[in-house]
């Protein structure tokens, strides 16, 4: 047995007062908001380890869910070093398909259904009921953008005939040219069509779990029996399906549940996340045993947190976020960097990190953070002719069971390569590369060094962010963006995107 588990009290050591308050409080609904750099995902094993160390808790019974593979991968490894080897780590989907596959082989008569993430056939099929378009004419953007708008509903738990209203409401216009009456239309179809090809997607796995614990006693206890401990981190992004999913599977019985997050971090409203169901928490629960707040930065400087701050305390929603404290001391004051053009950006942004680099800097604690992918073509393109290896990392969907995959720059990483062949005669086992990332899938990684692109009107605030809450929304996301930096944060924008000037841009209003 590993020593600190002979000693549960050891797994306290090196928590400040207020994460030592969370990881002790092991009974009943406990809220835990945390901040950026909080270390909220050490708190939350530590409480996971010290319970199951004491006795209170089964560790084949404790389940702890988050928001990606990698996350949840993380959260396991933490937990094994810490002497918890048998709880559950994943995300809500692959537990719910795991769950689902058990269920279904002693439920139902018929196979199971094949998981598509994106099912694209079923989805041209619908269209081309709904709308006369024939199947071919359909773009790969339009298919996007249209199994997007069908999850949106479903994460919501919308029935299609009342997406008109809600669309209106949610300030949502339809994708692919459709009008809302026919995307109602098409998101009835869609799921006919899945259907008839034996398909499922994500969140089908969430609604038929759902469906099959509401309407069957004997799934219910199943399922339950389970779980007896439940932590769920990153609540602030749940939508209304992930929701009722985790209220099934505690019961009515079981409020033994922890929920980890920060209202300043919703970034995927969009995909019907919301910070509602964190921030009601104590109404939802009224019994609520712990209500924690980890609002000191662990990881960016002074300088970067007050930046931070500043972001924050201009929202007309300033009184739901916490205010970030440090201990950390001040670093380089977050620069911020004005380029006539998007061209010039990317060239004054590389030639700032080959400079980094120059002088002993690690690439990979540098990265460049965009609110579109379109913007890090140019500086991959300017790495590029620097010499820089870089990686981009795709989108995170909150809904992905897979785990994510970095694209590598193979024309920067062979220049690299040859270099280091040349100079010792051997190939290195591992090159590090710079980070090019846009800000949500930037969501919970770090680094020394982060140059925020693209901060001008249009851009950051996007164009199509016309309503409040998706102007607040848009304001978390720079926030997110600026609270990845641990030492230095240089925040840059361009007048124009060519530098002709027919177009000019302003600053964006998020800069302090």
Request: charged share 25%; glycine share 6%; proline share 5%.
């Amino acid at each position: 047995m590993d020593a600190a588990v002979k000693d549960p009290d050891r797994l306290l050591e090196g928590l400040d007062d207020r994460q030592r308050q969370a990881a002790t409080a092991l009974t009943g609904p406990v809220r835990i908001t945390a901040v950026a750099g909080a270390g909220k995902t050490r708190t939350i094993t530590r409480r996971i380890a010290y319970a199951c160390a004491k006795g209170v808790w089964s560790p084949t019974r404790t389940v702890a869910v988050t928001f990606s593979v990698k996350a949840a991968r993380e959260m396991q490894r933490r937990l094994a070093a810490l002497g918890a080897t048998d709880v559950t780590c994943a995300t809500i989907h692959s537990l719910a398909l795991r769950q689902l596959s058990f269920i279904w082989r002693d439920m139902v008569d018929t196979p199971f259904p094949q998981l598509t993430p994106h099912p694209v056939d079923a989805l041209k099929r619908a269209v081309t009921a709904v709308t006369g378009a024939a199947a071919d004419t359909i773009s790969a953007r339009d298919c996007d953008d249209l199994l997007a708008e069908t999850a949106w509903m479903k994460v919501s738990l919308l029935p299609a005939d009342q997406y008109p209203k809600a669309a209106a409401l949610a300030h949502r216009t339809p994708p692919a040219g459709l009008s809302a009456d026919q995307m109602a239309a098409l998101a009835d179809r869609f799921d006919r069509e899945k259907a008839a090809l034996g398909q499922i997607d994500f969140n089908d796995i969430l609604l038929i779990l759902c469906h099959l614990i509401e309407s069957s006693p004997e799934v219910a206890q199943k399922i339950r029996r389970r779980i007896g401990w439940l932590t769920v981190d990153e609540y602030q992004d749940i939508s209304s399906l992930q929701h009722r999913m985790i209220r099934l599977w505690l019961g009515r019985q079981n409020e033994n549940i922890c929920v980890v997050g920060d209202p300043a971090q919703t970034i995927y409203s969009f995909n019907g996340a919301t910070s509602w169901f964190l921030l009601n928490f104590d109404k939802e629960f009224p019994g609520i045993r712990a209500d924690i707040r980890l609002g000191r930065d662990y990881r960016s400087s002074g300088s970067i947190v007050r930046y931070a701050n500043r972001v924050l305390t201009a929202s007309p929603l300033s009184g739901e976020y916490l205010r970030l404290g440090t201990p950390q001391p001040d670093g380089p004051a977050v620069s911020q960097d004005t380029y006539g053009s998007d061209g010039l950006e990317a060239q004054g942004v590389a030639r700032q990190i080959k400079d980094l680099l120059d002088h002993g800097a690690g690439a990979d604690q540098i990265a460049v953070l965009s609110r579109l992918n379109s913007q890090l073509r140019a500086v991959a393109r300017a790495l590029d002719r620097l010499g820089v290896a870089y990686l981009t990392r795709r989108g995170t969907d909150p809904a992905d069971t897979r785990p994510q995959e970095d694209r590598l720059s193979s024309t920067s990483v062979q220049h690299i390569a040859e270099q280091a062949f040349a100079a010792s005669g051997t190939l290195p086992s591992r090159i590090e590369r710079v980070t090019l990332s846009t800000l949500h899938a930037a969501k919970g990684l770090e680094w020394d060094t982060v140059f925020l692109i693209g901060a001008s009107d249009g851009l950051l605030p996007f164009a199509s962010a016309s309503a409040p809450a998706q102007m607040e929304e848009e304001r978390r996301l720079f926030y997110v963006g600026v609270t990845r930096g641990r030492k230095k944060v240089v925040v840059s924008w361009a007048r124009s995107q060519d530098g002709t000037g027919t177009r000019t841009r302003h600053r964006s209003r998020f800069l302090p």
